[in-house]
């Protein structure tokens, strides 16, 4: 606009309020012309730079345990959203920095906080079928096995491809979605309807141990009206998904100890009891042959009434091709189906270890056995409460419970002896249907897919925000975008070339869905 003086200077400025009133019309114009046809054009049109930015991040080794993996991570993201002109805010922790970043939108009395997890599960490079798990490898389903190809070929890519390496779905697949949609509302010339706030964890793999300090500590920088959670994977249908709640996670470390060190099972055979017999019986008696935990008082407080039912049932579970997927002919009956499974606490062996297998197999009582387990908890139970039950129940199967390794005196007057470590990573959080911000989704899904997402009360799955839900007072809701059969936290993770694109599609919907 040409500067001249203005001799009518109460004109001028009727003018500019003119012309910004008209450019925000032109803003909201824009928002109604996102339609489903318009974004699904948008996202192929950015397909293959998204493709490339997460090329390049799952080409970054993200094991949290790794202090430099982690601050090459670190590094990446900062100049990511730097680039992208957000203003970045390093939050200092005990731990790994926890990143802010933050642009204006179009309402600054809105703030949308957008949750992004960067760090990733560890690797066993040998269980992986393709040189290296930070090497982010292309495939295509032969009929028998997944087969490498040439990334030459993504200029007629097929949606059912998909890309091989550690976090392509938990999740860096997601930060690669939100980024390529930031690319495409700016190069349309398109502000947001709210402020928009990105916090970056690099700690989610081990239970964000430094996140509930950091929100308390940074409760200023972090407020926000809504948060949504860009994590986790879609209903087994792979259709578009919002889910509203997700279970909180405790993990439990029981070791039995038997004799100070291993012994000749010829010569103490029937003499020596076995360690890893006794904690065997121990955890087989804290359910029963239906799955249920047999500790009274595990599940008080879970009541599923008619209209809890019937929000679960809306989901389209079909439970035969679940068993099918999962390859099992039964189920553990807590419940009669899998969302109503969910909605009670569990208790799982994750894992358990005594004396040596395989190749290295030896004739020996072994000295301990130990059992991995989590906890995962739901709205309704404490994880203090589900800890003491749990205690308290080892106790009456005649355990004697030692701090670290048992002391000469403790082994001589105590016949078993176990030692219990436990830690509280999160709580579980759930959110309303009919809240403002489940409302504000469904609408901007349905905008994006022509249909209602399908909604889902809880997922199974633990993820650290309930801190935000607690000391911010704000609702959340996790908008998943990953196939379900993505291998997550295991060997040959990968994710689907589909729901790259339809995951683009969302975080646009998103962006350019109108706040009311």
Not at 15 to 24: H, K, P, R
Not at 74 to 92: G, M, P, S
Not at 437 to 466: C, D, Q, V
Request: hydrophobic residues 40%; proline residues 7%.
């Amino acid at each position: 606009m040409k500067n001249t003086f203005n001799p009518h200077p109460g004109v001028f400025i009727k003018e500019s309020w003119m012309l910004w009133l008209f450019i925000l019309g032109i803003n909201n114009i824009s928002a109604q012309t996102f339609t489903a046809d318009k974004l699904s054009m948008l996202a192929e049109k950015q397909f293959a730079s998204v493709i490339t930015e997460l090329r390049e991040t799952l080409s970054i080794p993200n094991d949290a345990s790794y202090p430099v993996h982690i601050k090459l991570n670190v590094k990446w993201a900062e100049e990511a959203f730097l680039k992208r002109n957000f203003v970045i805010r390093k939050l200092t922790t005990d731990g790994p920095p926890i990143l802010v970043a933050s642009r204006k939108g179009n309402r600054p009395q809105k703030t949308v906080l957008f949750y992004l997890q960067i760090d990733g599960q560890p690797v066993d490079s040998s269980r992986w079928d393709q040189e290296s798990p930070y090497k982010p490898v292309l495939k295509e389903f032969d009929g028998t096995k997944w087969q490498t190809i040439s990334w030459g070929n993504m200029d007629h890519y097929d949606p059912e491809w998909r890309i091989f390496a550690r976090s392509a779905s938990d999740a860096k697949g997601p930060v690669a979605m939100f980024l390529g949609a930031i690319d495409i509302i700016d190069a349309q010339e398109f502000q947001p309807d709210f402020d928009i706030k990105v916090i970056m964890d690099f700690e989610e793999e081990l239970g964000s141990p430094h996140l509930p300090d950091a929100v308390k500590k940074y409760k200023d920088e972090l407020m926000a009206n809504l948060l949504v959670i860009l994590d986790g994977p879609r209903h087994i249908s792979n259709k578009p998904t919002l889910t509203f709640g997700a279970r909180g996670i405790t993990t439990i470390t029981l070791k039995v100890f038997g004799p100070r060190v291993p012994q000749h099972s010829g010569h103490y055979g029937n003499y020596v009891p076995n360690p890893a017999l006794r904690l065997s019986r121990l955890l087989a008696s804290m359910k029963d042959e239906n799955g249920r935990v047999t500790i009274p008082g595990y599940y008080d407080g879970v009541v599923l009434d008619n209209q809890t039912k019937a929000i679960l049932r809306q989901v389209p579970d079909d439970e035969t091709f679940i068993r099918q997927e999962l390859g099992i002919a039964d189920i553990d009956r807590v419940a009669d189906n899998y969302q109503e499974s969910i909605q009670y606490p569990s208790l799982n062996i994750r894992g358990m270890q005594s004396g040596w297998i395989g190749s290295q197999v030896r004739t020996i009582i072994p000295a301990t056995a130990t059992a991995e387990i989590d906890v995962r908890l739901v709205p309704e139970t404490s994880s203090d409460r589900l800890i003491e039950l749990i205690r308290t129940h080892i106790e009456k199967q005649g355990f004697h419970f030692v701090e670290g390794t048992p002391t000469d005196e403790e082994r001589m007057k105590y016949s078993r002896l176990i030692s219990m470590q436990y830690e509280n990573s999160y709580a579980a959080f759930r959110t309303p249907f009919d809240s403002d911000i489940g409302i504000w989704l469904t609408s901007a899904m349905s905008r994006a897919f022509g249909i209602e997402p399908i909604r889902k009360r809880m997922s199974g799955g633990s993820i650290p925000i309930s801190p935000f839900v607690s000391t911010l007072n704000i609702p959340a809701v996790t908008v998943p975008t990953v196939n379900s059969d993505n291998n997550q936290h295991s060997p040959n993770e990968n994710i689907r070339l589909g729901n790259i694109k339809e995951g683009i599609i969302v975080c646009l919907a998103i962006l350019t869905e109108k706040m009311k």
